[in-house]
Structures are given as structure tokens and as C-alpha cells.
């Protein structure tokens, strides 16, 4: 996401009893920011410990799946990579959540994906058969627990802090050249370098008031920009970038237009992976941060649901897209007709 906006919206209202049952939506798309009126808690995000456990549990109760770790973080947390793998033949797809520390909805939307896979639906085992899906939650563990090499004081959360930044201050997502952290390493080594990775979606956060002439936008979505790009692997991108649309416009509470801010910038992942890998990727930013030093970028606990089942339906419409073939066959004019969001802010 641009440097403007920085981080995810806060996480609180996690089903009773687990952070980790599938939410349901809480909120409308234009639910409420913070503007001085909540306060900020992020006691009911999923911590780094709480996710490890849930990701061996989940490894231990389901056979489609297998838990690799991948590396570590700054600060020595193990770095993990969901795989579900019939197939190597199949077409793969990479969800990739939490690059920026405090961008945590993504990484709850994802893991209730995680448990939904592992359900006994007979259409959840065909659509296993037919497509692979790796899942890297929480690529920044360290920024993500707040546990870094430099002060957060003028944080707005209540409760732990969370960070863009991994532990040395390093945008991970302005890393995918010089690779110079170690998570952005592994990151390389031990998914992108070692499976044959088709599509991803690289899952961000942005600000709360980006909107479409007063109207708020619940997310963003973009495409390669760079030029070097390969023609067939920016057409497969923006195929992607449509299934995705079509799979949460129909929920009536989502609006996602045009991501802002369209860089060529070869470090950033959504053009990174299509250089590097010939990866059909896209970003897709939704609405707010759950910690940041300016308040506007923070969204309000009332908005959690809607914006972690929106991550949760980006994923499964694409995974579905991408097993039943229908991909194939998107029009990628239903992106590109889509308008710019507005970056308003005073």
C-alpha cells in the first residue's frame, strides 16, 4: 500500500469464544472510523503465539493441508506457509497477508479461510482437487506484535501496538529487490523460488477516507504497473483482479474501485512478482488500520466483520475462479472500467 496510507483496520469484534471462527459481516461498507470517538484496542487480534497454535492444530486436524515453516522473522518467530498441494500440475495461487505489521484484518481473513478449507464440504474437496493455494499469514510477525527496534509511543492503540515496519524499520513491501530483511527473504526462497506460483493476491490495508465523490470505498484493487511487465501476465492480472471484484460486489455492502496511487515501482510486490516470477498478481488494499500515529488511517472496532469477510471472499472467489476454469474466460474490461478511488483527506 502507498506510504499515505499505512496500516489495517483495527480487529475486535472476533467471534465469542475464538478469534478464529469465520466471521460474519457486522458492519456496512461505510462503517464508522475512529474521529476521536473509540478507543483503539487490539487486545482481540490474533496474536503471533495464538496463530502458530491455530496453524499446527489446523495442520493436525486436516489432510489437505501441510504447515512449512519458511523462515524467520528479525526477532526469531518462525515464519509460516499454509500449502494445499493435490497436484503440482494444478494452477497455484499465493494469498499473502500482513506484509505491514499493522494491516491485521488480512491475516484474521485468512485464517478463517484456513479452518473453512479444512470442512468436510464435498465442494471445498472437489475445488482442492482442481486448484493449489498457498497462504503466508502474518509475513511480518515482529511489526505485527509491535515488537520492534524503535518507539511506537505515538501509536493510537489501546493494548499492544502494531507497526508497518518489520523490527529494523524495514518496509517489507519496498524490499522485493534489495530483499534485504529476512522475511522478505524467505518470502523469495522458500515459496517464490520453490513452487510454481500462477496468481497471487497481495492483501493490504489503506486509509479510512478513501472514497468515490462521498461515498467511502470498503477497499481498492490493482494490477502490474510497471511496463516491463509481460502483456500475458498483466491480461491474467487483471483477470484475476475481476473475479475478485465479481466474487464480493454482489454482498451490497462492498465498494471497491481503482487503488489510488498506480506505481511502476519495481519493489513493491504487485509488480515485483510479475517481473521477477511472471506471477498474474494483484493488490488489493481494504479500508482502514488497526494502530497508526494518525488517526485517520485508523478504523473503528465496529467495522472489523465486513472488512475481515471481505478478505475471507476474496480468496475463496478466486481459488473457485481458478479451479472451475472460469478465470479463463473473465473480462478484464470489468477492471479496467472501474474508477480511481479519491485519496480525501484534509
Known sequence: MKKKMLALSIATTLVSGSALAITPVHAAGNGPDVKGNETVQTAMLTTYDEMADFLKKEDARQDAMQLEVIGQSVKGRDLYLA????????PTILFLTQQHGNEAMTTEGALDYIKYLGSDSRKIQD????????????????????????????????????????????????????????????????VLSKYKVDYMIDFHHQGTQEDYYGKLTTGSILTPQ????????????????????????????????????????????????????????MLFEMRGMADHSYEPYVLGQKSNG?????????????????ADGTIKTADPAVYDKLPEQHYSYE
Open 83 to 90: 500449502k494445499y498441494i493435490t497436484n503440482p500440475e494444478n
Open 226 to 281: 510497471n511496463p516491463d511487465v509481460d502483456p500475458q501476465v498483466a491480461l491474467n492480472s487483471k483477470k484475476l483482479a475481476t473475479m475478485l471484484y465479481q466474487g464480493i460486489e454482489p454482498t451490497g455492502w462492498s465498494f471497491i474501485l481503482k487503488y489510488d496511487e498506480p506505481s511502476p515501482n519495481p519493489n513493491v510486490a504487485s509488480n515485483a512478482m510479475a517481473l521477477q516470477y511472471g506471477i498474474s498478481v
Open 127 to 190: 475445488m482442492l482437487k482442481k486448484v493449489n493455494i498457498l497462504i503466508v499469514p502474518m509475513l511480518n510477525a515482529d511489526g505485527a506484535m509491535g515488537d520492534v527496534n524503535f518507539p511506537l509511543d505515538d501509536y493510537m492503540a489501546s493494548g499492544r501496538h502494531l507497526t508497518r515496519y518489520n523490527a529494523d524499520r524495514i518496509d517489507l513491501n519496498r524490499d522485493h529487490v534489495n530483499k534485504a530483511a529476512p522475511e522478505t527473504r524467505a518470502l523469495h526462497e522458500m
Open 306 to 322: 465486513y472488512i475481515i469477510k471481505q478478505a475471507f471472499l476474496a480468496m475463496d472467489s478466486t481459488a473457485k475462479a481458478i
